[in-house]
């Protein structure tokens, strides 16, 4: 291989790699339904009434997150662009369940999963992290 086609091979490797990364695109939000790999972890947060510290009377909100394998981004829900924002480099999503669900899965916590459900933005104070999966399925990758 010649030295200038060496320079071409290096100088075009780059864009090949962002091109591979574009090529799978962002997520979009609700109502269409993501699938997300990562490592469920337990984590607790201060809550109501002052959300900034559980050992001043703060009530303690202990929720689900996943911790994403690689980071994500997701494009803004043109219908609602204040509630779902565009996203880049999301690294963790609070996992929305409700208490049957929670109880069903537990034996996932600490391990790496499949989070499968819909995105949406975070707007209240017990949303943790941006970006939140409502659950409809958790299961061990194959």
């Known amino acids: 291989m010649s030295f200038t086609r060496a320079k071409v091979l290096l100088l075009l490797l780059p864009a090949v790699c962002v091109a591979q990364v574009e090529l799978s695109g962002c997520r979009s939000y609700e109502p269409a339904v993501v699938a997300l790999h990562g490592t469920l972890i337990r984590k607790t947060f201060a809550g109501p009434p002052n959300y900034n510290d559980i050992h001043k009377g703060d009530k303690a909100e202990t929720t689900w997150l996943l911790d994403l394998d690689s980071p994500i981004c997701v494009n803004q829900d043109t219908a609602e662009p204040d509630l779902n924002p565009s ?5 963790r999503v609070q996992l929305v369940l409700d208490q049957r669900t929670y109880e069903r899965y537990k034996a996932l916590l600490g391990r790496r999963v499949v989070a499968t459900g819909s995105l949406f ?3 209240t104070a017990h949303h943790h992290t941006p970006v939140l999966l409502t ?4 299961e061990q990758p194959h």
């Open 121 to 123: 933005g975070a707007h």
């Open 135 to 138: 659950v409809s399925n958790l």
């Open 87 to 91: 996203q880049r480099n999301v690294r």
